[in-house]
Each structure stands twice: as structure tokens, then as C-alpha cells.
């Protein structure tokens, strides 16, 4: 079982950045892939960005040109660097990991004002 923990959310308004911070902890276990997944209210979760062990990101072509993701291995953390936000951003955020089972953090809120 991985224990995600969850950082960087807040308010900004449009046009703004905000960077996400996602820690991994646990003993014995293995990540196969990191990633960020955001739910809105009233609509599904839905993937933000998403990279393997071996380097590979892949995000939806909606967010590819304003959002980046990174991962530290050594450390077990994956970075979300989000550009020139926007009011359809704002959701709750979350952490994924992919392990022996699928595991997700608590969720960091993000809001962005027009």
C-alpha cells in the first residue's frame, strides 16, 4: 500500500501558476506510474497528466500545452507544473499511483478566478 500526500493547491487568479507536489511513502513497494487526475464538481474525475517509470508523460491534448508534469524517482514525488490557468481549471486535484494496487492522495483544491 503507497501513501500519497498532496501540496501546492490554492487560489490564483486566471493567468496564473500554480505548482503541485506529490510525495509518495511506504516500504516494499514499487510505482509503475505518477500522475494527476482533477474532478470539478457535477462532472467526472478526469486525467491531467500521467508518467511512467521509464519517462514516458502523456497528458490530453486540452492540457499538453500548459501543464507539465515531473518526477523525482529517488524521492518518490511527481510535480505538476501548471501555466496560464484558467477558470475551467479549478477542481479538486489529486495523486495517482500506480503500484500493486491503485493508490490516490486526499486531494488538494484548486481554484482559479476570472
Known amino acids: 500500500q503507497v501513501h500519497l500526500v498532496e501540496s501546492g493547491g490554492g487560489l490564483v487568479q486566471a493567468g496564473g501558476s500554480l505548482r503541485l507536489v506529490c510525495t509518495a511513502s511506504?516500504?516494499?513497494?514499487?510505482?509503475?506510474?505518477m500522475g494527476w487526475y482533477r474532478q470539478a464538481p457535477g462532472k467526472q474525475r478526469e486525467l491531467v497528466a500521467i508518467?511512467?517509470?521509464?519517462?514516458?508523460?502523456q497528458y490530453p491534448d486540452s492540457m499538453k500545452d500548459r501543464f507539465t508534469i515531473s518526477t523525482d524517482n529517488a524521492k518518490n514525488t511527481v510535480f505538476l507544473q501548471m501555466n496560464n490557468l484558467k477558470p475551467e481549471d479549478t477542481a479538486v486535484y489529486y495523486c495517482y499511483a500506480r503500484s500493486t494496487f491503485d493508490s490516490w492522495g486526499q486531494g488538494t483544491q484548486v481554484i482559479v478566478s476570472s
Open positions: 508518467k511512467g517509470s521509464g519517462g514516458n508523460a
Open positions: 511506504g516500504s516494499g513497494f514499487r510505482i509503475a506510474a
